[in-house]
């Protein structure tokens, strides 16, 4: 839990920062903070596992998009290799061929990132005492924050913003037609559009097979089901609902 602490504060704490918590679980996020040790005199530090995350979530959506955005016409392919040499390590000494394809480096990029920041929170978790000023010291974790400022000219292009805009639609979509399905479950007669609806996520023969799960677990499964689709899945899936 600790590593999911990404902004050590709660919702009522701040008017403007980000918060990871808000004010209805400030009892379950005093208790965390408390447990792991994380409480200091001058306030909450992050837990070592939150940098782990916060980074894998930086490579996923900063670097994968960058290159999303070239194709998008958002960015020119020059830029984007650019900021893709300036992320490795050593951009001088490393074997990419000067035509070596924009995925290509990008797979290269996202490798050499996980390498060296790996080796960078191991040695933290070595000596404790850093930790606190991980932040200003790791050279990977300043290399992918460059990275985020040049990112901005992707995240406010109007284009990605519908985009964007489209796929929350279409999730909201996906988790209406699951939950509305969960409430018809244990229902001898539902009707046509109901019968519709269980085809298309679950499945009859899935939820024959399981009528007798508590709600909870189908709770669970069909959050497990739609966290687990890609883009292209999830577009897909929600072309064919009813």
């Not at 920062?17 to 996020?29: E, G, L, Q, R």
């Not at 000219?153 to 985009?163: E, G, H, N, S, T």
Request: hydrophobic content about 40%; glycine content about 4%; charged content about 25%.
């Amino acid at each position: 839990m600790g590593a999911l602490i990404k902004y050590p504060r709660c919702s009522n704490e701040t008017t403007t920062a980000k918060f990871s918590c808000f004010y209805t679980a400030k009892k379950c996020f005093n208790l965390v903070t408390q447990t792991l040790g994380l409480r200091t005199g001058s306030g909450i530090l992050r837990h070592p596992l939150s940098y782990l995350t916060e980074i894998a979530d930086d490579i996923c959506y900063c670097v994968t998009d960058c290159e999303d955005a070239v194709l998008m016409g958002i960015l020119d392919e020059t830029r984007v290799r650019n900021w893709y040499l300036e992320l490795l390590e050593n951009p001088t000494n490393s074997d990419i061929q000067a035509d070596a394809s924009l995925s290509f480096l990008r797979a290269k990029v996202i490798g050499d990132l996980l390498r060296c920041f790996t080796n960078e929170l191991t040695y933290a978790f070595e000596h404790p005492e850093t930790l606190p000023d991980f932040e200003q010291t790791s050279p990977t974790w300043l290399r992918l924050q460059g990275l985020k400022k040049n990112y901005r000219i992707v995240f406010d292009d109007a284009a990605k913003i519908r985009k964007e805009l489209h796929a929350q639609a279409e999730i909201h979509r996906t988790l209406d037609a699951f939950l509305s399905v969960l409430q018809f479950l244990k229902c001898a007669t539902p009707g046509y559009s109901a019968m519709l609806l269980r085809k298309y996520t679950f499945g009859e023969a899935f939820i024959e097979a399981n009528k007798h799960r508590p709600y909870h677990w189908w709770l669970h499964t069909a959050l497990d089901f739609v966290t687990g689709m890609t883009d292209h899945y999830l577009h897909r899936f929600t072309e064919i609902l009813p």
